[in-house]
């Protein structure tokens, strides 16, 4: 009887853990053994029941099952069913049934060898009278209790319980002993990403990534250091959260910090006002020196703003019948460029406030500069550009054709080799120091081609913007021949200007919107959008610093922007002075 309490005892623990989670399986037991019961004797307590049983539901055919009744069901009583279980498996290992139990033939759990599927009877052998092995008997009860441990060899069992990859833990962290050998990880390469995107590149080391081949053992070396320490580099790149680490050794990769992004003050540090600067999307009437001097054209008048002293000075006046339609600074000196309505370009000196020589050429106005070193391109509303050479005595050198509109941009490139030129016909064109003839020909834009800007940190970059009907800013190579990208802005591009210090630059708009905005390129992403002025922002120079940009409209204001980080070697304090917030008249 020792065994049977024994047996009892733990059939009622095993139920208490797991008759919720098993109770179908505790059906299928509860129903084999009351079969034996059936099939092995009528003796005891628990066999008068089943009698009593058969008498009240009806009686039974030999080998069928009885109705149950509805009020027996494991799922609406389930104390009953445990109390049926436990009495059961007792009256099993009681010693008067012991005998007929062991010659009792069940159907196997795993092959469904002695059940009929298909009528879902059990084809139970009849009761042998001879006596069985006790110990063969106690196996299968064993067996039929631990059926839920069984595995066939034939078969793969599923388990939804969790296994952590030993391989994957840091035991040296702990002082605990590698890992057994002979252990294969398949997969060892994911396992060794993870670990790398997660705990950092030294992290690599502590698994080696296996080959095709198996490893026959695993182990791990790790630099003993403090579990939790305080480290220094708080800020990580991106590439180190992705599983997919780059290498790098890779180049054009940046590995270092992500910075944040660069703050843009959203307002001008000071506004100049300036009469009768005219609202004409074809001319260029605002230009900054590099003795820090700012040109503006006002009405038929040039006047000059020193940016350190915020002194003005009235350059000239080209009286009643001529206007100032373009601006230009020589790249060194105090010279200053002038076209006029009229068809002609004078040379100023600055410094001494003296026109050096007036040249003539253009039948109509002027309406683009640019300054080669000596040498000066202008172009007009004849669709001529005219290259100059103020050393020497004729009013140009040569003339350059292939517009079919007025000239209304042109810009040189920084090593003084290619000149850029655009039009209201739509056409972007540059040329080269001795062509007559356009070498690129570029026809994207759908509107007037008035801001271009070559860049400073790649040579034969260039940026070009369309008008109203365009909108877009355009980048072209102009070393390999090649449309690089394009941009839509939503709005008329009136100029273009690439920052010196960093890779940015920014760009001036009119209808609708009115706005500056500052680029990151290549990825042109907007830093900043800044607005204020009330018209189309026409006029663009850029600070010989590279910080601070000016822009002008047709609402007769100077706005100026801190928009630029000043370069590494310099101050970065700019020397026009942001602490002036006043408004000032400009003449």
């Known amino acids: 009887m020792c065994y049977a ?17 098993e109770q179908y399986k505790i059906e299928a037991i509860c129903f084999k053994s009351w079969k034996c019961i059936r099939r092995g004797g009528r003796e005891g307590y628990w066999g008068r029941w089943w009698s009593q049983r058969e008498e009240t539901e009806g009686s039974t055919i030999h080998g069928e099952r009885a109705p149950r009744p509805r009020h027996l069901t494991p799922l609406q009583n389930k104390t009953t069913q445990t109390e049926k279980t436990a009495a059961t498996f007792y009256w099993v290992f009681s010693r008067e049934n012991i005998n007929s139990f062991a010659s009792t033939s069940f159907p196997d759990r795993e092959t469904g060898i002695g059940m009929d599927r298909s009528s879902a009877r059990l084809n139970v052998p009849p009761p042998v009278t001879s006596g069985g092995s006790a ?34 833990s840091k035991f040296a962290l702990f002082d605990i002993a590698t890992l057994p050998e002979g252990r294969d990880d398949s997969s060892s390469a994911y396992t060794t990403l993870l670990r ?32 939790f320490r305080y480290k220094t580099e708080t800020r990580q790149s991106m590439h180190s959260l992705s599983p997919f680490m780059c290498d790098d050794s890779v180049p054009g990769v ?40 700012l040109a503006v054209g006002l009405g038929n008048c040039v006047y000059l703003w020193n940016a350190c002293s915020s002194k003005v000075t009235k350059l000239c006046d080209l009286g009643i019948d001529d206007l100032v339609c373009s601006v230009g600074w020589a790249q060194r000196g105090t010279h200053l460029a002038v076209g006029t309505s009229n068809g002609k370009v004078q040379i100023w000196d600055a410094s001494r406030c003296k026109k050096i020589r007036s040249m003539e050429g253009h039948r ?74 356009p070498v690129l020909k570029y026809c ?20 070009s913007g369309g ?40 760009s001036t708009h009119g209808y609708s919107q009115n706005q500056i905005i500052v680029w990151r390129y290549p990825t042109m992403s907007k830093l900043a959008t800044l607005t204020g002025h009330t018209y189309r922002v026409l006029y663009l120079a850029i600070s010989p610093d590279g910080q601070t940009i000016v822009t002008g409209a047709g609402d007769e204001t100077l706005r100026f922007w801190n928009v630029f980080p000043s370069p590494k070697s310099q101050n970065t304090d700019s020397e026009i002075g942001a602490s002036s917030l006043g408004r000032t008249i400009i003449r």
């Open 444 to 463: 994207e834009h759908t509107a007037a081609v008035k801001a271009i800007a070559w860049s400073p940190h790649l040579h034969g970059l260039l940026a």
């Open 467 to 506: 008008g109203t009907a365009d909108r877009c800013i355009r980048f072209w190579n102009t070393t390999t021949n090649s449309h690089l990208s394009c941009m839509d802005t939503g709005s008329q591009v009136c100029n273009l200007v690439w920052s010196k210090n960093v890779n940015e630059l920014v």
């Open 135 to 168: 110990e063969a008997t106690l196996r299968h009860v064993d067996r039929l209790i631990n059926s839920n441990h069984y595995t066939s060899p034939s078969r793969t069992i599923y388990s939804d319980r969790f296994i952590p990859s030993r391989s994957a």
């Open 254 to 293: 940046n590995h270092g910090p992500v910075k944040a992004p660069r703050k843009v003050p959203r307002s001008p540090f000071k506004v100049l006002d300036a009469p009768a600067l005219q609202d004409d999307f074809y001319l260029n009437l605002v230009d900054w020196s590099s003795h820090n001097v």
């Open 196 to 227: 790398t995107a997660l705990f950092g590149p030294d992290a690599a080391g502590l698994a080696l990534p296996l080959t095709q081949q198996k490893t026959a053992s695993l182990t791990m070396t790790l630099p003993s250091r403090n579990i």
């Open 5 to 21: 309490t024994m047996a009892v005892g733990m059939v009622e623990l095993w139920l208490s853990k797991r008759l919720w989670v």
């Open 364 to 437: 109509l106005r002027v309406g683009a500069l640019a300054w080669s070193s000596s040498l000066l391109s202008s172009g007009g509303r004849d669709k001529n550009i005219y290259q100059r050479d103020i050393r020497a005595q004729e009013d140009f050198v040569s003339k350059l054709s292939g517009h079919k509109s007025e000239v209304c941009g042109l810009k040189w490139s920084y090593d003084n080799r290619e000149l850029a030129s655009g039009g209201n016909d739509n056409r972007l064109f540059v040329w080269n120091q001795h062509s007559t003839q």
